[in-house]
């Protein structure tokens, strides 16, 4: 035979109220089931907790050592429930997220505040590196959820696309082609183009989404980082062509971000999560938050695009 918290919350009323009629008033139970409960906590201990009387209920010796530990119990058991109730009320726990570096540095900090102000008691932790790094923490299950662009070979993830992030042209304010009304990809033979680093998710999604256009991207500097990019554009070494949102990444610089079409060429970002996994509450409230501001991002996508979601991004 078990004790249960039941026996356990009978016994501590009958010592503080000092009577069975109001401890069973106050639990809510027959005086008879109250008996029985007391009845069968002493049997399970194997002594006598309450000294009773015809004229008054006392605690034995081995019942008045015993109801602090039963109170640390019970006290316990219930402030347990109440932080799984603030879990499941979205009050109180932590969600982790994981994103690429554009995300990071342009979106996500809207995002987080946005969380913020609605959960102000949720810890939030963040990992940034690149896709395919966002995506293995998910899988590894060591992020709830991630912000990135998706990948092949991962058939344990969903991906919910979120933002059409359209790759534009990105030259000095001063350039020539900065601005220019009709871009197109042909326009760009002939000006230095800053590339990727060759197998980047970049440069891999150009060269497939142009194919032999691709041949006039050229130029005599190759760098590995985005921030490096837009640097060497913004002391007008170069030009280059961008995701968008990789734009905002330099605002400080005198930059211009020019549409460029035929064909058009963008990757799909959206949110990923582990298949047949639900969401912490937390989780979930984060979910919503990025679905509401990623999905206010995008753009119109025009007929004829060449997008690019199944390639990952540095």
């Given at each position: 035979?078990?004790?249960?918290?039941d026996?356990?919350?009978?016994f501590?009323?009958?010592?503080?109220?000092?009577?069975?009629?109001?401890?069973?008033?106050?639990?809510?139970?027959?005086?008879s089931?109250?008996s029985?409960?007391?009845?069968?906590?002493?049997?399970?201990?194997?002594?006598?907790?309450?000294?009773?009387?015809?004229?008054?209920?006392?605690?034995?010796?081995?019942?008045?050592?015993?109801?602090?530990e039963?109170?640390?119990?019970?006290?316990?058991?219930?402030?347990?429930?109440?932080?799984?109730?603030?879990?499941?009320?979205?009050r109180?726990?932590?969600?982790?997220?994981?994103?690429?570096?554009?995300?990071?540095?342009?979106?996500?900090?809207?995002?987080?505040?946005?969380?913020?102000?609605?959960?102000?008691?949720?810890?939030?932790?963040?990992?940034?590196?690149?896709?395919?790094?966002?995506?293995?923490?998910?899988?590894?299950?060591e992020?709830?959820?991630?912000i990135?662009?998706?990948?092949?070979?991962?058939?344990?993830?969903?991906?919910?696309?979120?933002?059409?992030?359209?790759?534009?042209?990105?030259?000095?304010?001063?350039?020539?082609?900065?601005?220019?009304?009709?871009?197109?990809?042909?326009?760009?033979?002939?000006?230095?183009?800053?590339?990727?680093?060759?197998?980047?998710?970049?440069?891999?999604?150009?060269?497939?989404?142009?194919?032999?256009?691709?041949?006039?991207?050229?130029?005599?500097i190759?760098?590995?980082h985005?921030?490096?990019?837009?640097?060497?554009?913004?002391?007008?070494?170069?030009?280059?062509a961008?995701?968008t949102?990789?734009?905002?990444?330099?605002?400080?610089?005198?930059?211009?971000?020019?549409?460029?079409?035929?064909?058009m060429?963008?990757?799909?970002?959206?949110?990923?999560?582990?298949?047949?996994?639900?969401?912490?509450?937390?989780?979930?409230?984060?979910?919503?938050?990025?679905?509401?501001?990623l999905?206010?991002?995008t753009?119109a996508?025009?007929?004829?695009?060449?997008?690019g979601?199944?390639?990952p991004?540095?």
């Amino acid at each position: 035979m078990k004790i249960k918290l039941d026996d356990l919350e009978a016994f501590i009323a009958v010592a503080e109220l000092g009577s069975f009629s109001r401890a069973a008033d106050e639990l809510n139970i027959t005086q008879s089931a109250l008996s029985r409960r007391l009845r069968k906590l002493e049997e399970v201990l194997g002594t006598r907790l309450l000294d009773r009387t015809s004229r008054r209920i006392s605690l034995s010796v081995v019942g008045a050592e015993f109801l602090p530990e039963a109170a640390r119990v019970v006290g316990e058991f219930n402030r347990s429930l109440g932080d799984i109730r603030e879990l499941i009320d979205v009050r109180a726990g932590t969600v982790s997220i994981a994103s690429n570096m554009t995300i990071s540095d342009t979106v996500l900090p809207e995002i987080i505040a946005t969380f913020r102000a609605a959960h102000p008691n949720i810890r939030v932790r963040v990992s940034e590196s690149s896709s395919p790094s966002a995506l293995e923490r998910v899988s590894r299950r060591e992020a709830e959820l991630a912000i990135a662009q998706f990948g092949e070979g991962l058939p344990e993830l969903e991906f919910e696309p979120l933002m059409e992030d359209r790759f534009v042209v990105v030259s000095h304010a001063s350039h020539p082609l900065a601005g220019r009304e009709g871009l197109k990809w042909r326009d760009l033979a002939g000006h230095n183009f800053i590339r990727m680093r060759t197998g980047s998710g970049t440069t891999n999604l150009l060269e497939r989404a142009l194919g032999d256009q691709a041949r006039d991207l050229r130029g005599d500097i190759e760098v590995g980082h985005f921030n490096a990019l837009l640097a060497m554009v913004g002391r007008n070494l170069g030009i280059s062509a961008i995701p968008t949102l990789v734009r905002f990444k330099r605002v400080d610089l005198d930059l211009a971000a020019t549409p460029v079409c035929d064909p058009m060429v963008s990757r799909d970002l959206g949110l990923v999560t582990h298949r047949g996994h639900s969401l912490s509450p937390a989780g979930e409230a984060m979910r919503q938050i990025c679905r509401g501001i990623l999905g206010r991002l995008t753009p119109a996508h025009p007929s004829g695009g060449v997008r690019g979601a199944r390639s990952p991004a540095p």
